[in-house]
């Protein structure tokens, strides 16, 4: 709900809306009743990870409901506290940090922490160690060091921009820093990661798609978790997007209570296909700090996503993932359910069995060089020596 006395102009101005974030229990009275455990939890939590919320986000808050699930996404709670398993830093991201901000796993690609700011601080953030931190603000020499190494590194094709979100950056200043990716030959393609289309859709104007559009090719991610965040405003933020030729995906977070079951996750996924926006991933929930209440067990991600599969488009299917600290690994339910022969059987979505003729390949059998393209055998038998 939107407290009276805001005009139109202000409400949709993402200045006006980063100006007026709520900070403390006071500002959540503006839009919800928070229970004693949520007060509570807003000082004790204080100095341990930042709560900030843009209006915005906080007009979608049921006020009646603690377990609403936009709420519980960004209120504290003093669960918080409670979780002896969680770690700082589950993916070992610090260890795998060849130059300051920049996450390298794989070979070809990286996760470049442009910014340690987000318009709100999501509770189960997996970058909690860093985000809000002053500390860690990146000064432009930082993203400079970093630069140099992405140009001194020719295998990278595919810079990931994350953070904090780099869409708090000032159109100039992302303007500068996609100009400098584009000017190095080897970076393919930029991706940004960005929460902004949920937490503060007014900032996806026409000027930033404008910015975005002149450094193509560009993708970006966003993150939407729940249903009731598909409002017409995100919408309208994901439209001016795909608009301005930025393919649109999305990676959620699967969250107990919040959409841990079939129906909330396909009404989900089907809104985002309705916006043209492709589900892309579905985390599986770290091991870090503060969030065991959000965890579920694996098993129930698998139902959830096997209960999908034949059920809705394959588009609005994302690839359900946990991240590790060697990549990220899908988990899916086997519909491969082994080989019988020259026969390999699959499980359809509804389970029932399928046997497809698939002999292997006979080690024994002369091998076709043409087929297989063996290098090491000439292609014809009468062309003459290259020497
Ligand atoms: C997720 C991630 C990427 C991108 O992975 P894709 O599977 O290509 O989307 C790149 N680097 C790091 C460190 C990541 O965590
Ligand atoms: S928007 Fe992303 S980086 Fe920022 S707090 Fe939320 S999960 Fe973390």
Redesign the pocket.
Known sequence: MRPEGIGEADWNDAGWQMRHRIRDAEGLRAFIHPTDDEIRAVAALADRFRFVITPYYASLMDPDDPECPIRRQVVPRMAELDDPAGLADPLDEVA?SPVKNV????RD???FCVNNECALYCRYCLRKRMVGEPSWAMKKRELGLALDWIRATPEIR?V?LTGGDPLVFSDERLDWLLGELRGIPHVEIIRLGTRLPVTLPARITPELCRVLEAHHPVWLNTHFNHPRELTPEAAAACDRLTRAGVPVGNQSVLLRGINDDAETMKALCEGLVRLRVRPYYCYQAQLLEGTAHFRVPVERGLEIFRALRGRTSGYAIPLYVL?TPYG?VPLTHAYLRGREGDDIVVESYDGRLWREPNPLDDPEAPADPEASGDPAAPADPEAPDET
């Open positions: 795998h996450v390298r796993v794989y690609r990286i996760a595919d990931l991240d990220k």
